[in-house]
């Protein structure tokens, strides 16, 4: 059994950063990839960008790419965003989500284990 509890959301300006943590717990947690998701008022839950458990691959949404960073520390069993140069678009729900199968098969239709999310909330 995974959990996972996400951290690091807040209000930026637009082109601000933030860096959101999340750290997966459980005796079999370094063993899944690792990913993040985000949900907006009136749109549907969207792929952000994802990490497999040996942190050799990473991949991105097309919308964040060149701007956010996902890494993990596997000591830790935390996998880590780096958002930068925040757009009004990126305001949302952020979720973390771990799961056994290896994010080079995301998005999927299910996942494993979700957390409950930051919120990540970007002014003009």
């Known amino acids: 059994h995974v959990q996972l509890v996400e951290s690091g959301g807040g209000l930026v300006q637009a082109g601000g950063s933030l860096r959101l943590s999340c750290a997966a717990s459980g005796r079999t947690a370094s063993s899944y990839s690792l990913g993040w998701f985000r949900q907006a008022p009136g749109k549907e839950r969207e792929f952000v960008a994802a990490?497999?458990?040996?942190?050799?691959?990473?991949y991105y949404a097309d919308s964040v790419k060149g701007r956010f960073t996902i890494s993990r520390d596997s000591a830790k069993n935390t996998a880590y965003l780096q958002m930068n140069s925040l757009k009004p678009e990126d305001t949302a729900l952020y979720l973390c989500?771990?799961?056994?199968?290896?994010?080079?098969?995301?998005?999927?239709?299910?996942?494993?284990?979700w957390g409950q999310g930051t919120q990540v909330t970007v002014s003009s």
């Open positions: 990490i497999n458990w040996s942190a050799s691959s990473q």
């Open positions: 989500v771990a799961d056994w199968v290896d994010p080079a098969g995301w998005p999927r239709e299910k996942y494993e284990y």
